[in-house]
């Protein structure tokens, strides 16, 4: 996969791109990142990105000829056009059914506001405007970031457990069940002893239910999307009286 990011601060990227799991997508060849400055788009000797809003307000808007000229620059010849991401507080919720569709593409583009936002005319070249919450960021290269993050991790090859992904939170629409490591016993707290059983049937069997309890608890709203099956919907009215949601 190819990402790249155009933004006004793109060694922001460094640490990031550069440590853990990204770095080692890079080194094994599955990922191809670049961070380009959006000033390299700009004709003054300030190289400026930015200027005051039309109609008054606060804040400065992020001018739009430098977009536009950037992705001519860079895409005019491209065999393929790349996914253009723009990053938003205005945009679709990123979610982790998102992250795996966006893994599936080959060449993903994302384009970061900052100061008040962008000219509205750059949203022309969007094919999809995300945000990864109700709040609002500094600049949209940590939002971007926390996408990044989500869809690499999706990759093949990129984890050192190919099914490590699978048994996360989200991934079928649950809550991940407790994690425990060494000691057993640690100041009168123990390990619940299915997990010492090795009978892996249990197990599993018992990280199951933790999921469907824990997201009952921690994010019922999850329920009404995940999937679960009637036996399982029964096990939760059984455990979680007075629930409604099921």
Known sequence: MKI???SVFPHCYDSVMG????????????LEFTAHDLRDWTHDKHRTTDDEPYGGGQGLVMKCEPIFEATDELFSQALAKPYIIFLSPTGEVFNEAIALELSQKEHLFFICGHYEGIDERAYSLADRVLSIGDYVLTSGELASMVIIDAVVRRLDGVLGDEGSSVDESFY?????YPQYTRPAVYRDMAVPDVLLSGHHANINAWRRKQSLLRTQKLR????QSANIS?????????????????
Do not use: C, Y
């Not at 440590?19 to 599955?30: D, L, P, V």
């Not at 019922?220 to 329920?223: A, E, M, R």
């Not at 009637?230 to 099921?246: A, G, I, M, T």
């Open 4 to 6: 790249e990011t155009l």
């Open 19 to 30: 440590e853990s799991m990204m770095r080692i997508a890079q080194e094994k060849g599955i």
């Open 172 to 176: 079928d629409g649950l809550l991940e």
């Open 220 to 223: 019922p709203d999850l329920l």
């Open 230 to 246: 009637q036996e399982e919907v029964d096990f939760l009215k059984r455990n979680v009286p007075h629930d409604e949601s099921l």
